[in-house]
């Protein structure tokens, strides 16, 4: 029979044992979730940038990771319009850098073909987080995606689906003299025949508190972003 002393040395031992499979693990498990996270958002990235997972060449973590690297630059700009050199926008953290903001733009070769912004703010129900995409312009929509929100299915989760998304590539964000108004999602649908609408899209029927939560925090985000997309602007112009 094995003593008091001997059965609390052995519960010790097979305790440390344990602890460090469950720690390496879930070492192993978290390293695995935040690389599956980043690839999530550089898919969505590449989403609203225009460019379409296929059959042929489906979007594993690698692929994302290809496509990335051969097409996409991150940088990130002041409050002023200026690129600050040196920063990388994964160092970015919105909850304490307000005047700092990523952006990464599609290029090929010396030819620039978009530029992405990350968008969040309030839904009906939680903040919606997600990308909006911009045409060399600096001044038209060229796409929109969004990755997490806690909207109702039917009617606010409708942000994420191909037929409201599909409404905004083309649409002005700047009004005729390059003043930034945004784009409205519209309850009812766009009057196509109103001089306003080239800066609006259907809105989601039933969906009245997403709809106006979108607009409102898309207009904020490309207001952060304005002074340096109004230097694109002003340097096609010239």
């Known amino acids: 029979m094995h003593s008091n002393k001997y059965t609390l040395i052995f519960t010790a031992v097979l305790t440390i044992i344990l602890g460090f499979f469950v720690s390496t693990a879930d070492s192993s498990l978290k390293d695995m979730r935040e690389k599956n996270i980043e690839a999530d958002i550089r898919k969505n990235i590449l989403s609203s940038l225009g460019f379409k997972e296929t059959l042929e060449s489906p979007w594993t973590n690698e692929r994302v990771e290809e496509i990335f690297s051969e097409s996409i630059i ?43 912004i990350p968008i969040s703010g309030k839904g009906l129900w939680g903040t919606m ?68 609408a080239y800066h609006q899209v259907d809105g989601i029927s ?18 952060n972003y304005d002074p340096y997309l109004s230097k694109i602007r002003s340097s096609l112009s010239l």
């Open 74 to 116: 991150g940088f990130v700009v002041d409050s002023a319009g200026s690129v600050i050199d040196g920063k990388n926008p994964k160092d970015i953290n919105p909850d304490k850098d307000f005047k700092e903001f990523p952006i990464y733009k599609r290029v090929s070769g010396e030819q620039v073909e978009g530029y992405s």
């Open 206 to 223: 039933g969906a009245t508190m997403t709809t106006n939560g979108l607009n409102s925090f898309l207009y904020e985000g490309l207001k």
């Open 129 to 196: 987080y997600g990308y909006f995409s911009i045409e060399p312009d600096g001044a038209t929509a060229k796409g929109i995606t969004f990755y997490s929100h806690i909207e109702t299915p039917g009617l606010g989760a409708e942000v994420d689906k191909p037929w409201f998304q599909n409404n905004f590539p083309g649409k002005k964000f700047v009004d005729p003299n390059g003043k930034l108004i945004g784009i409205q999602a519209m309850k009812g649908g766009v009057d196509e025949t109103s001089p306003e």
